[in-house]
T-cell receptor
């Protein structure tokens, strides 16, 4: 049972570099989410998607972009990395809104 | 501004103790409240609550929602060291499919 798979697990970026965090789910879930978790701050929603081709901003979208070309994949793009984007990023998916969300194992990103 | 507040921020108890974790919220167009347990990595789902006064129970864990007073509690009885984790409360709003998470309660159970 793969569930939600995120890659990479760890990454160090230099200021101004770009990268894509990958997220794939094999549960045929319509809803997918990207969160960041900072120490002592809880999870903050970056972007979400309610289905292929449909994305929308969450609480903290600045500095990020997403796309949803397939049901399975929901990559998160950082165009110009900044130290403020140092965080742990979680991808999650759910079959219906309001239902149980399944989380990936997280990506720990450090921007130096 | 929508927000979810959890208390206490951290808690240290001995094995066998009973703990109550609190979650209060102010979220426009409430749809559901969810509890998660986060150990080293990803949060794992515990409960989803949508109706007031109906207790959800799973083993030693139970939770209840009060939509009038806008809070939920998570009870853990006869705590074990394996219960040590951060417990997250999240509230989903009907508009925007957004979940608002609290900062979590860090529970440490010592033998």
């Amino acid at each position: 049972n793969a569930g939600v798979t995120q890659t990479p697990k760890f990454r160090i970026l230099k200021i101004g570099q770009s990268m894509t965090l990958q997220c794939t789910q094999d549960m045929n879930h319509n809803y997918m989410y990207w969160y960041r978790q900072d120490p002592g701050m809880g999870l903050k929603l970056i972007y979400y998607s309610v289905g292929a081709g449909i994305t929308d901003k969450g609480e903290v979208p600045n500095g990020y972009n997403v796309s949803r070309s397939t049901t399975e994949d929901f990559p998160l793009r950082l165009e110009l990395a900044a130290p403020s984007q140092t965080s742990v990023y979680f991808c999650a998916s759910s079959y219906v809104t309001g239902g149980e969300a399944f989380f990936g194992q997280g990506t720990r990103l450090t921007v130096v | 501004e929508d927000k979810v507040v959890q208390s206490p921020l951290s808690l240290v108890v001995h094995e066998g103790d009973t703990v109550t974790l609190n979650c209060s919220y102010e979220v426009t167009n409430f749809r559901s409240l969810l509890w998660y347990k986060q150990e080293k990595k990803a949060p794992t789902f515990l409960f989803m609550l949508t109706s007031s006064g109906i207790e959800k129970k799973s083993g030693r864990l139970s939770s209840i929602l009060d939509k009038k007073e806008l809070f939920s509690i998570l009870n853990i009885t006869a705590t074990q060291t394996g219960d040590s984790a951060i417990y997250l409360c999240a509230v989903e709003a009907r508009t925007g499919n957004q979940f608002y998470f609290g900062t979590g309660t860090s529970l440490t159970v010592i033998p």
